[in-house]
C-alpha cells in the first residue's frame, strides 16, 4: 500500500528516525564505514561490490525480458550471452584492466552489452555524448586515449574522418552499419554477437577471469557543462553501486514515515518494474540510476529512438510501463498532450525527473493527472555518479520546492561561498559541498582541476542551496548562472518558478544580458504549451506581482520549441543568450 493512500498521521517519524531504522546492524540498509583514499566514508554494507556483481545479479532473471526496442527484445539470458562474448573479443582485441573503451551510441539494446562487455573485462568505460559533433567526439576519444571504441552506424559516420589523428585507438565496432565499405580498424558488432533478437542463441561462456575491487576504476563520464571543454569524471564500481541502495532507501523511508510496514523488498519475489528510459544512458542519470538499478533488481526498459510524447503513451500502454521521466518537460509533455485521454496509462506508479528546475505546480499535477504514481525529483550532476538526494511521495508533496533529503550514506553542507570553510545554519544560502561513496575520484588527467573542485573527500558543487532543519536540499542556483543587477542578486529559479505558474508556460529560463551601468539585467525565455497564448507583458506583470520590481525580466522572448538542453538536462542558457543577440543585431 503506497503511502499516499494511508490514513495514518503523517509523518510518524522523523526523516533521522526513518534512517535509522533503515541501516542499523542488521537492517535492510545497513551501513558501514570504509576508508576510500584515505577519507573515512559511510557506505552501504550490503551493497553489490562492483559492478560485475550487477550484471550477475540481473542473470538470476534469466527468462525475463531485459530490454525492449521497437521490434527487437531481448531476455537477460540473451542479454548475458551477448555481453560475455563481446567481453571475451574484447580481452582478444588485447583490451586489458584499466584500458579505456569508449561507447558512443544512441539509446540502443547494444548500448548496455558494450557498457558490461569492457565492465567485465575491468577496463575504464568512457560513454561519451551521442549527441557531440564529429570534433567533440575526436577530443573525448583523445582525452581518454581510448583503446577501442563500440560505436553506431551514425556515430561512426562523425568519427571516421578522425581515426587517422587517433593513435591510441587500435579497434572500432559499429553496431547496425546498413552495409558497404568500413574504414580501416573497423568490424561489424553484429558479427561478433549477431542481431539482438539471435542473442539467445549464442552459446554459453564463463565469465573473464579478471580481478576486480569496489575502488577500482570503472568509468569516465564527460560533463556535460555549458563553459569550456568538457571534463572527465572518473568514477569507480563503488561509485555507481551505490546508487543501488539509494533508489531503495527512498521508497522505504516513506513507508516509515507513513506509519505503513516496510514493503517487500527482495526483487525476486516482485513483480517486474518496467521502464520507460527517455534519458541517454551515456549521462549518469540513465546509467546509474536508471540501468545499473533496474538490471540489479530483474526489471526492463524500454527504450525510444527519441522523445516523441504520443509514441511514449503508446509504448505505456502496450509494455505496462510503471515508472518513467527524465526532465520536467516531459512530465509536462504526458500531462498536457490532447491525445493523453485516448491511452491507457494506469500502470504509471512513478514519475521522476532532475537535473532541471521544477514547478511546484508540476508535483500537484502528477498527482492530479496519474493517481495512480507518486511523483518524484532528485538533485545530483555527474560528479556524484547522479543522484545524491531524492524526494518521493507526501514528503515531496509538502515540499515541492525541494530536491529532498541526501541518501544516508551521503553528507551535505552548505558553506560560506567567500572561504569554503565556514558552515552554514539550516536556512542560510551559501555553496553546496557534498561528500559520500558516489562521489567521484577526480578529473581524467586534470589535477588543478580535481584539486579546486575535490577537497578532503567534499565536492565543491558550485551550486547555491540550503538546508532546512530537518536535511531537505534546495537548490537556490547554480553560482555561475546567479545574476548581479546593480549589487541585488537574482536567483534564477525564482524568477522561473513564477512563471511555471503562468498556465500557458511550459519550460522557462531566465539568463543575463549585459548592461553599460547596471552589470547584467534578467531576461526570459519562455516556450508555451501547445495552442497557448501570453504576452510578453502579461508574463512581466505576473512576475511583477510575485516578486521585487529589480527581478522582473526587462524582456520576455518566446521560443518555438521546448528549451535546449544538454545531456544532463540542464537548460544551455548560452543558446539563449545567442538568440537575444541576434536579435539586438537584426534590430
Excluded at 52 to 71: A, P, W
Excluded at 146 to 166: H, N, Q, Y
Excluded at 255 to 267: I, K, M, Q, Y
Excluded at 383 to 408: C, I, N, Q, V, W
Aim: net charge negative.
Amino acid at each position: 500500500m503506497s503511502d499516499k493512500t494511508s490514513t495514518s498521521p503523517w509523518p510518524v517519524m522523523s526523516i533521522a528516525e526513518a534512517h535509522a531504522r533503515l541501516t542499523g546492524l542488521g537492517a535492510p540498509f545497513e551501513i558501514e564505514e570504509a576508508v576510500i583514499r584515505g577519507v573515512r566514508t559511510r557506505t552501504w554494507k550490503n551493497a553489490p561490490p562492483t559492478l560485475r556483481d550487477i550484471f550477475l545479479n540481473g542473470q538470476r532473471f534469466k527468462d525475463r525480458e531485459f530490454l525492449v526496442y521497437e521490434d527487437d527484445r531481448a531476455t537477460y539470458d540473451a542479454y548475458g550471452r551477448a555481453t560475455i562474448a563481446l567481453a571475451h573479443r574484447l580481452i582478444a582485441d588485447g583490451v586489458k584492466k584499466g584500458d579505456r573503451v569508449a561507447v558512443i551510441m544512441r539509446n540502443l539494446p547494444e548500448w548496455p552489452v558494450a557498457f558490461w562487455a569492457g565492465q567485465l573485462c575491468g577496463a575504464i568505460v568512457t560513454p561519451l555524448n551521442a549527441w557531440w559533433t564529429g570534433p567533440e567526439l575526436e577530443y573525448g576519444l583523445a582525452d581518454s586515449g581510448a583503446k577501442v571504441a563500440i560505436v553506431d552506424d551514425e556515430r561512426l559516420e562523425r568519427v571516421a574522418g578522425f581515426l587517422e589523428s587517433l593513435p591510441d585507438l587500435k579497434k572500432v565496432y559499429v553496431a547496425r552499419h546498413p552495409g558497404g565499405a568500413l574504414p580501416p580498424r573497423t568490424e561489424r558488432l553484429e558479427d561478433v554477437i549477431g542481431k539482438v533478437n539471435d542473442w539467445g542463441k549464442l552459446p554459453e561462456q564463463a565469465l573473464p577471469d579478471v580481478p576486480l575491487s569496489p575502488d577500482d576504476d570503472a568509468t569516465i563520464l564527460y560533463t556535460s557543462g555549458t563553459t569550456g571543454k568538457p571534463k572527465g569524471a572518473l568514477g569507480t564500481h563503488r561509485n555507481m553501486t551505490s546508487n543501488v541502495g539509494a533508489g531503495g532507501i527512498s521508497a522505504a523511508r516513506n513507508f516509515l514515515r507513513a506509519g505503513e510496514p516496510l514493503p517487500e523488498l527482495d526483487a525476486t519475489k516482485l513483480p517486474q518494474r518496467v521502464s520507460l528510459l527517455v534519458v541517454p544512458m551515456f549521462h549518469a542519470t540513465g546509467l546509474s540510476s536508471t540501468m545499473g538499478p533496474t538490471m540489479n533488481a530483474g526489471g526492463k526498459l524500454v527504450l525510444m529512438r527519441r522523445w516523441d510524447a504520443e509514441p511514449a503513451m503508446q509504448l505505456i500502454e502496450r509494455e505496462k510501463v510503471t515508472a518513467t521521466g527524465g526532465v520536467p518537460t516531459i512530465a509536462w509533455q504526458l500531462i498536457e498532450h490532447p491525445a493523453r485521454a485516448n491511452y491507457d496509462l494506469s500502470s504509471l506508479l512513478s514519475v521522476t525527473y532532475g537535473g532541471a528546475p521544477s514547478a511546484p505546480e508540476l508535483v500537484r499535477k502528477i498527482a492530479e493527472t496519474f493517481p495512480g504514481s507518486q511523483p518524484g525529483n532528485g538533485w545530483g550532476m555527474t560528479e556524484t555518479t547522479a543522484t545524491f538526494t531524492s524526494h518521493l511521495g507526501k514528503d515531496y508533496e509538502a515540499r515541492p520546492d525541494s530536491a529532498g533529503p541526501a541518501a544516508p550514506v551521503g553528507e551535505m553542507e552548505i558553506r560560506d561561498p567567500a572561504d569554503g570553510r565556514s558552515v552554514l545554519p539550516p536556512g542560510a544560502v551559501g555553496e553546496l559541498w557534498v561528500k559520500g561513496p558516489q562521489v567521484v575520484k577526480g578529473y581524467w588527467n586534470k589535477p588543478d582541476a580535481t584539486a579546486e573542485t575535490f577537497v578532503d573527500g567534499w565536492l565543491r558543487t558550485g551550486d547555491l542551496a540550503r538546508l532546512d532543519e530537518e536535511g531537505f536540499l534546495f537548490i537556490i542556483d547554480r553560482a555561475k548562472d546567479m545574476l548581479i543587477r546593480g549589487g541585488e542578486n537574482i536567483y534564477c529559479v525564482e524568477v522561473e518558478n513564477v512563471l511555471y505558474e503562468h498556465p500557458e508556460v511550459m519550460d522557462a529560463a531566465l539568463i543575463g544580458l549585459p548592461h553599460k551601468t547596471l552589470g547584467e539585467e534578467p531576461a526570459a525565455v519562455v516556450h508555451l504549451r501547445p495552442g497557448g497564448t501570453a504576452t510578453e507583458q502579461e508574463l512581466k506583470d505576473l512576475v511583477r506581482s510575485r516578486l521585487a520590481a529589480f527581478k522582473v525580466p526587462v524582456k520576455v522572448a518566446f521560443w518555438p520549441e521546448t528549451l535546449p538542453r544538454n545531456a544532463n538536462g540542464k537548460i544551455m542558457k548560452g543558446e539563449l543568450k545567442q538568440a537575444f543577440a541576434e536579435a539586438s543585431e537584426a534590430a
